[in-house]
């Protein structure tokens, strides 16, 4: 007879279970990507995903830790990786972003659940800084041409634009970020599988949305704006990325307070920074700010918020 | 205004379908009788009667040995066997007085009562002290200490817990539907303790049979109203159970007649209804017999003191072997090892399951995927609790409110890392608890 301490029913979910669905909900990004930039994203995705899988099944039986390898997170982060590179990325790069995103952002602070900053994207800013010409170089229809938002860094007209081409993602870009319908389809999976809730994309992208207004210089201009969400990483960023379990506060305001912090830093590094594109960097020095957040925003316990009238 | 309930809880399995439309059965036990002297919170009870002794159905065997005690009877006839510890189902040797049943029932006489509405306040005080009355929700804490408070007139509230959020319970339900007006009785005779107080029994929403009844039973009645609240875990947690009714908040320094409110189990008011109206003390309880593993799951109307096999026996014993025996609910429950415990004052149920969600799955690392934080009814962070319970952090874990917690077991139910979140903070809990007993 088994006995245990109460409770003695769990709920089926399970990490694993949860990896798989978002999984499911990376898919439509994902085949879209390989659909508008060729078989070539396919093999980046692939090349990534195997790294990734590989590197942590590597390093956990020559440390002779628990392989965790089938609670699909090292997937995840293989193909959040992949789709946040150009579809031009050289097969060794996408090794070496692979094997730094498992390795040493997550392996070597102490594997699932204790890595401070998202995998993926400290890979994808590692790669970024080490060879910036390889990660921008982008490619659509055999034409390379920069991103809507390298365009407006430029100082291209607006009028280059076409807002329907952004929505649907028929632009150049990383992978997986092209596409603003393939990933609100995904983060709609997301949510109602109860994997994330609107706390951080919401406060992410509406307070994106308001600082881009006020310091953007375009004002209102929906041009301006779709390129701005449409045109590179943010609704990726703000679904999949800012939404990591592991790298974001685990307090309901917490989480609130992080989106908002996301979107001024993200506003702060597009329209003043030097590069085109801020997601990546706001949301990994969000990710370090997580713990400070949390301390701020504990919520307080039931019955010591003093008598309601 | 919208359905009463409380921020976070859960929506497990139910199982309430295997038991609920099945009548209660009265069972007679056959062996030897069972009564622990600790089947409440506060001080044992002390035994009164000695090895040999003969003894009848309602006849006291041990006396309340302090305010905070209540007194224990006979259920069977026959003659005491020896005392001696026995097992409970907290797995704890506790001592406890041996009753040999002689099949006979034979019944002390019970005294003819005047009718309540003539009694004074402490004269329906006394009764229920005298009958044993403890909280038959499954923490036993003495019924007249609760009726009791400093400040009876700042009482508003008196709330019957119908809530049975517990998942396969069905007594509560059982006895609603059988016997609503003995139930709204019980709650009439709290009442008159209460000048200011109104009545309340507080029914999850997934029992509108039972809400129709006690409406029922309510015609004309001004000072008594039925609650209907959302269908959660932990709904019928007590702290949840206020703040649903009243709004207000109750914390662990806090008793709820701090906020005017008084709380009761179902089968508790009952319990009032038998021993000031009949004069009856407590003897018996309604006990959920159910779970996969059993034949015929139903509800049964249990002696104190009845082996839990003899209940199984009853139900048609086991129609698969189990894997899991639990005492009481599944959320809160006691796992036990061996059958051979008696069925006490607290025992609401025996779930009997083929499966064992806690073993299926080994525990892995926190992702901080905060649904822990999400459902804890007292809003704590389960995962840093149950991390500085591991790590002996007492000072962390009181500073982040640890002892706040209702134990509810929300937050290990919905892990999907599987961790056993509320057993480390309940254990680190009960320890900072015996430091504070200690002086330390």
Known sequence: MNVSSSPHIRHKDTTGSMMMIVLLALLPATLFGIYNFGLRAALVIAVTVATCVGTEYIYERCMKLPITVKDYSAAVTGILLALNLPSTAPVWMCILGGIFAILVVKMLFGGVGQNVMNPALGARCFLLISFTARMTNFTYDGISGPTPLALLKEGGSLLDLNTFDMVVGRIPGTIGETSLIAIVIGAMILILFGIIDLRIPASYIISFVVFLILFGGHGLDGTFLTAHLAGGGLMLGAFFMATDYVTSPITPTGKILFGIFLGVMTVVFRIFGASAEGVSYAIILGNLLVPLIERVTLPKSFGKGGEKK | ?440
């Not at chain 2, 019928?236 to 409110?261: F, H």
């Not at chain 2, 007292?378 to 962390?396: C, N, Q, T």
């Open chain 2, 1 to 440: 205004m919208g359905v009463l309930t409380f921020k976070g809880g859960i929506h497990p399995y139910d199982g309430k379908d295997l038991s609920k439309d099945k009548p209660i059965k009265a069972v007679l036990p056959k062996g030897e009788l069972v009564y622990p002297l600790s089947q409440h919170i506060g001080a044992p009870a002390s035994p009164i009667v000695k090895k040999g002794d003969r003894v009848l159905v309602g006849q006291k065997i041990a006396e309340a040995s302090g305010f905070v005690s209540a007194p224990i009877y006979a259920t069977v006839s026959g003659t005491v066997k020896t005392i001696e510890p026995r097992r409970v189902v907290t797995g704890d040797a506790v001592n406890a007085i041996i009753v040999e049943n002689d099949n006979l029932y034979e019944e002390v006489e019970y005294p003819k009562l005047k009718p309540y509405k003539e009694m004074t306040k402490e004269e329906i005080r006394e009764l229920i002290k005298e009958a044993g009355i403890v909280g038959m929700g499954g923490a036993g804490f003495p019924t007249h200490v609760k009726l009791s408070p400093k400040e009876p007139e700042k009482i508003d509230h008196v709330i019957v817990n119908c809530a049975e959020c517990e998942p396969y319970l069905t007594s509560d339900y059982r006895r609603m539907i059988e016997e609503p007006e003995k139930l709204v009785e019980g709650l009439k005779i709290a009442l008159r303790l209460f000048d200011n107080a109104k009545g309340v029994l507080a029914v999850e929403d997934n029992k509108p049979d039972c809400i129709e009844k006690l409406r029922g039973c309510l015609a004309g009645e001004s000072n008594i109203e039925v609650c209907s609240l959302k269908t959660k875990y932990p709904q019928g947690a007590e702290r949840s159970l206020i703040y649903a009714v009243t709004n207000r908040e109750v914390n662990s320094k806090m008793l709820p007649a701090d906020v005017g409110c008084i709380v009761n189990n179902v089968d508790t008011v009952v319990a009032i209804y038998h021993a000031v109206v009949e004069g009856k003390p407590l003897m018996e309880r309604i006990v959920t017999v159910t779970g996969d593993a059993i034949e015929d799951p139903r509800n049964f109307i249990v002696k104190v003191g009845t082996n839990y096999r003899e209940l199984v026996d009853e139900a048609g014993g086991f129609k698969k072997k189990p894997v899991k025996i639990i005492s009481g609910g599944p959320m809160m429950g006691f796992g036990i090892f061996d059958l051979d415990v008696p069925a006490t004052k607290t025992s609401s149920a025996l779930l009997c399951l083929t499966e064992d969600d806690v073993a299926k799955w080994e525990p892995t690392a926190c992702i901080h995927c905060a649904r822990c934080v999400d459902v804890c009814p007292a809003r704590l962070v389960p995962a840093y609790l149950s991390d500085y319970a591991e790590h002996y952090d007492k000072e962390k874990f009181q500073k982040y409110d640890g002892m706040e917690c209702c134990e509810c077991g929300c937050c290990s139910f919905i892990c999907p890392a599987k961790r056993s979140l509320a057993q480390s903070i309940k254990s680190m809990r009960k320890m900072i608890l015996a430091d504070r007993r200690k002086g330390v």
